[in-house]
């Protein structure tokens, strides 16, 4: 297959790579995360309870075999990225994936949420082949190619700011809705089995529609000029060496990897409402009070970011991460307080949900400064390995905490040390999270040294000319 992409015609659809792009362009391209976040969220939100009360198979292996997968979907990244690099076609090299991936990519989600009758060993073995071919195989070859297109359909950089805001927009804004209104479409489908297949089937339909949207209305202007740019294994060595190196880098990468395991750990949501509040349909409502509150304070927050800086507004949004969980934990039955707790930590996580791979970038910058090594194709990949890992870990953790605190599903009533691991999971863990991240923000002073570092690296620049 990668024989004949390559050998296909290049017929670029533009010269004008800084060209100002259409709002209809822009929509499109957010279209695309929302059509991702049909499966992600879904997964990342709702596979855990669906393994376990539905195929029921035991939340402590649900969380092991999670963690597996994801750690293997991780490194997938590194080599998609380099197969997104080597295609070539008349569409591009990243939007074709759209349109090739987008019906294999509906496939994929209603083969996650089936669960046949293969006996005890056989639905495990379903389950994992299925969560890998859907979240590790075909998830990750058409999200690579979605997120390379930032860079392919324009070079102007207030142009991919906008595209990384209507990608965000769309991105939590379909994680809310998919919080909201899965559980009461699976109970409109008649509950069960074929409750959630139905709605497996809703949501591909979705995808696959959004994903013709995003190929159709957008266009890939960026071609390159050269073929200088190398994949061989002496580049990658150094690559690697230079990252391990590189101080800013590591913590950034600790920090967000802290903030997917969080994520990861939103799977919790449904046992939370559930069980504590014994309303398993207020998962809807504990979703929009996460998701929304980060949609409009991204909206918002770049006067803040400009004046104060990446690290010192992501402080104070770990903070209020943690002013908002020790609200909840005042009275966690309390449908108000856990509301204005979530409230709370949602504008305290926009921060880093913003910053995370722009500090990426700097620490691309920085390693360049410090080392001579430039390399942003790993760096990214890496950040994104770190994002699937992590959530991998909020999933395990999961499994094997409410497998100690003896949850046992399918139960409607369940121990005190069983409900105290759900509300340990939904309130104290973050708070410890929020405090790390405090810790490693403390070390993290290049803000303070980015203007310096970019004049010396202007100068080398100028004096190699």
């Not at 913590?251 to 395991?261: D, E, H, R, S």
């Not at 949501?269 to 979703?287: E, M, S, T, W």
């Not at 926009?350 to 970038?361: D, E, K, N, S």
């Given at each position: 297959?990668?024989?004949?992409?390559?050998?296909?015609?290049v017929?670029?659809?533009?010269?004008?790579?800084?060209?100002?792009?259409k709002?209809?362009?822009?929509?499109s391209?957010?279209?695309?995360?929302?059509a991702?976040?049909?499966?992600?969220?879904?997964?990342?939100?709702?596979?855990?309870?669906?393994?376990?009360?539905i195929?029921?198979?035991?939340v402590?292996?649900?969380g092991?075999?999670?963690?597996?997968?994801?750690?293997?979907?991780?490194?997938?990244?590194?080599?998609?990225?380099?197969?997104?690099?080597?295609?070539?076609?008349?569409?591009?090299k990243?939007?074709?994936?759209?349109?090739?991936l987008?019906?294999?990519?509906?496939l994929?989600?209603?083969?996650?949420?089936?669960?046949?009758?293969?006996?005890?060993?056989?639905?495990?073995?379903?389950?994992?082949l299925?969560?890998?071919?859907?979240?590790?195989?075909?998830?990750?070859a058409?999200?690579?190619?979605?997120?390379?297109?930032?860079?392919?359909?324009?070079?102007?950089?207030?142009?991919?700011?906008?595209?990384?805001?209507?990608?965000?927009?769309?991105?939590?804004?379909?994680?809310?809705?998919v919080?909201?209104?899965?559980?009461?479409?699976?109970?409109?489908?008649?509950?069960?089995?074929?409750?959630?297949?139905?709605?497996?089937i809703?949501?591909?339909?979705?995808?696959?529609?959004?994903?013709?949207?995003?190929f159709?209305?957008?266009?890939?202007r960026?071609?390159?000029?050269?073929?200088a740019?190398?994949?061989?294994g002496?580049?990658?060595?150094?690559?690697?060496?230079?990252?391990?190196?590189?101080?800013?880098?590591?913590?950034?990468?600790?920090?967000?990897?802290?903030?997917?395991?969080?994520?990861?750990l939103?799977?919790?949501?449904?046992?939370?409402?559930?069980?504590?509040?014994?309303?398993?349909?207020?998962v809807?409502?504990i979703?929009?009070?996460?998701?929304?509150p980060?949609?409009?304070?991204?909206?918002?927050?770049?006067?803040?970011?400009?004046?104060?800086?990446?690290?010192n507004?992501?402080?104070?949004?770990?903070?209020l991460?943690?002013?908002?969980?020790?609200?909840?934990?005042?009275n966690?039955?309390?449908?108000?307080?856990?509301?204005?707790?979530?409230?709370?930590?949602?504008?305290?996580?926009?921060?880093?949900?913003?910053?995370?791979?722009?500090?990426?970038?700097d620490?691309?910058?920085?390693?360049?400064?410090?080392?001579?090594?430039r390399?942003e194709?790993?760096?990214?990949?890496?950040?994104?390995?770190?994002?699937?890992?992590?959530?991998?870990?909020?999933?395990?953790l999961?499994?094997?905490?409410m497998?100690a605190g003896?949850?046992?599903?399918?139960?409607?009533?369940?121990t005190?040390?069983?409900?105290?691991?759900?509300?340990?999971?939904?309130?104290?863990?973050?708070?410890?999270?929020?405090?790390?991240?405090i810790?490693?923000?403390?070390?993290?002073?290049?803000?303070?040294?980015?203007?310096?570092?970019?004049k010396?690296?202007?100068?080398?620049?100028a004096?190699?000319?």
């Amino acid at each position: 297959m990668i024989r004949n992409i390559e050998n296909a015609v290049v017929e670029p659809v533009s010269n004008e790579p800084n060209e100002k792009l259409k709002a209809k362009e822009k929509f499109s391209y957010g279209a695309g995360n929302l059509a991702a976040n049909l499966l992600l969220t879904t997964a990342n939100a709702f596979i855990i309870f669906f393994y376990t009360e539905i195929a029921g198979i035991a939340v402590a292996t649900v969380g092991t075999m999670l963690f597996i997968a994801r750690f293997i979907d991780g490194a997938s990244d590194i080599g998609m990225g380099l197969v997104v690099d080597k295609t070539k076609s008349k569409y591009g090299k990243a939007r074709p994936w759209l349109r090739w991936l987008a019906i294999p990519y509906g496939l994929a989600i209603i083969l996650l949420f089936s669960s046949p009758n293969f006996g005890e060993t056989g639905t495990i073995i379903y389950a994992f082949l299925t969560y890998m071919f859907a979240v590790g195989i075909i998830f990750t070859a058409i999200s690579v190619p979605y997120n390379t297109m930032i860079g392919t359909m324009s070079q102007n950089q207030a142009e991919r700011g906008q595209l990384s805001v209507f990608r965000t927009i769309f991105g939590f804004g379909g994680a809310l809705l998919v919080n909201m209104i899965t559980i009461p479409l699976v109970e409109m489908f008649g509950g069960g089995q074929s409750g959630w297949q139905m709605v497996a089937i809703v949501y591909a339909i979705a995808g696959v529609f959004l994903y013709f949207i995003c190929f159709k209305n957008t266009k890939e202007r960026v071609v390159a000029t050269s073929q200088a740019t190398r994949t061989d294994g002496v580049l990658i060595k150094e690559g690697f060496k230079s990252l391990v190196k590189n101080k800013y880098w590591l913590i950034v990468i600790a920090i967000m990897i802290l903030g997917f395991i969080n994520a990861g750990l939103g799977a919790v949501n449904i046992y939370y409402a559930q069980y504590i509040l014994g309303n398993p349909a207020l998962v809807g409502v504990i979703g929009m009070a996460s998701f929304l509150p980060i949609i409009v304070t991204t909206i918002f927050i770049a006067p803040f970011l400009k004046k104060f800086g990446n690290r010192n507004v992501a402080i104070v949004g770990a903070i209020l991460s943690i002013i908002g969980s020790l609200i909840i934990a005042l009275n966690p039955a309390n449908i108000v307080f856990v509301l204005t707790g979530l409230i709370i930590r949602g504008i305290g996580a926009a921060p880093l949900v913003v910053v995370g791979f722009a500090m990426l970038g700097d620490t691309v910058d920085y390693g360049e400064y410090k080392h001579g090594v430039r390399s942003e194709g790993l760096t990214f990949s890496a950040g994104t390995f770190g994002e699937k890992v992590g959530t991998g870990i909020g999933g395990m953790l999961l499994g094997l905490i409410m497998g100690a605190g003896g949850y046992i599903g399918g139960q409607a009533e369940q121990t005190q040390s069983a409900l105290f691991s759900i509300e340990f999971l939904f309130i104290y863990l973050p708070v410890i999270f929020a405090f790390i991240t405090i810790l490693l923000l403390w070390f993290y002073k290049l803000d303070k040294e980015y203007p310096q570092i970019l004049k010396a690296l202007q100068e080398r620049k100028a004096n190699l000319t």
